[in-house]
C-alpha cells in the first residue's frame, strides 16, 4: 500500500517561506506525476502544484503561480513544495498525492496525514 508522508509546514508571517517534503514509498515513484494539494477549513480539497515524472514538467494553480516551486528527487522518493512570499489565503493542510497529468486528479483515495500551514499577518 501507497503511504505519503508529508512534513515541512509551520506557523509563518506573511512574506515568509516554507518548504515542504513529501516521501512516497509502497509504489513507483519515479514513474508517476505528483501533485501537492490544499485544504482549507470548509473548503474543497484543491490542487496548487504538480509535476510530471520529469521535472520539465510542472502544473502550478493561478493563486500560486510565481511563488511556489515543485520539484521532485526520484532517488529519494520524495517531492517538495518551496513556498515563497507567503499569504495568509495560504492557510491550509498541505497534502501530495499521485496524480494522473492529463486529469490532474489523484490516483490513490488514500491520503497521507498531510502538514498544517499557517500565515499570519
Known amino acids: 500500500q501507497v503511504q505519503l508522508v508529508e512534513s515541512g509546514g509551520g506557523l509563518v508571517q506573511a512574506g515568509g517561506f516554507l518548504r515542504l517534503s513529501c516521501a512516497v514509498s509502497?509504489?513507483?515513484?519515479?514513474?508517476?506525476?505528483m501533485g501537492w494539494f490544499r485544504q482549507a477549513p470548509g473548503q474543497e480539497r484543491e490542487l496548487v502544484a504538480a509535476?510530471?515524472?520529469?521535472?520539465?514538467?510542472?502544473y502550478y494553480a493561478d493563486s500560486v503561480k510565481g511563488r511556489f516551486t515543485i520539484s521532485r528527487d526520484n532517488a529519494k522518493n520524495t517531492v517538495y513544495l518551496q513556498m515563497n512570499s507567503l499569504k495568509p489565503g495560504d492557510t491550509a493542510v498541505y497534502y501530495c498525492?499521485?496524480?494522473?497529468?492529463?486529469?490532474?486528479?489523484?490516483?490513490?483515495?488514500?491520503w497521507g496525514q498531510g502538514t498544517q500551514v499557517t500565515v499570519s499577518l
Open positions: 509502497g509504489r513507483t515513484f519515479s514513474s508517476n506525476a
Open positions: 498525492n499521485a496524480i494522473a497529468w492529463a486529469t490532474k486528479r489523484p490516483l490513490n483515495d488514500y
Open positions: 509535476t510530471g515524472w520529469s521535472a520539465w514538467n510542472t
